[in-house]
């Protein structure tokens, strides 16, 4: 088993930064493919950014060159670093983690840290 815990989220002005982080116990997670979704009021959850084992990085249109997924696997963390924070940012982030096909059934996920961007 995997466990997840998120931190970092809070409120900010638009314009602002936050940096996410994702602490994995209970196994390593270096072999896992590891990612951060979000969702907001009345909205489906989304997939925002990836990382592979190796480190490639994929992001949803609406976050890149704004955001940066990241991992130290010598900490079993992953991060989340935004930058020029929008309103339509706002949400719950969720950290998930999956040694296949991130968002199957098999996946695990974190509680979800609350981040909310002011106009």
């Known amino acids: 088993q995997v466990q997840l815990v998120e931190s970092g989220g809070g409120l900010v002005q638009a314009g602002g930064s936050l940096r996410l982080s994702c602490a994995a116990s209970?196994?390593?997670?270096?072999?896992?493919?590891m990612g951060w979704y979000r969702q907001a009021p009345g909205k489906q959850r989304e997939l925002v950014a990836v990382?592979?084992?190796?480190?490639?990085?994929n992001y949803v249109d609406s976050v890149k060159g704004r955001f940066t997924i990241s991992r130290d696997n010598a900490k079993n963390t992953v991060y989340l670093q935004m930058n020029s924070l929008k309103p339509e940012d706002t949400a719950v982030y969720y950290c998930?983690?999956?040694?296949?096909?991130?968002?199957?059934?098999?996946?695990?996920w974190g509680q979800g840290t609350q981040v909310t961007v002011s106009s």
């Open positions: 998930a983690a999956a040694y296949g096909v991130l968002g199957t059934k098999d996946s695990y």
């Open positions: 990382i592979t084992s190796g480190g490639s990085t």
């Open positions: 209970g196994r390593t997670v270096s072999s896992y493919v």
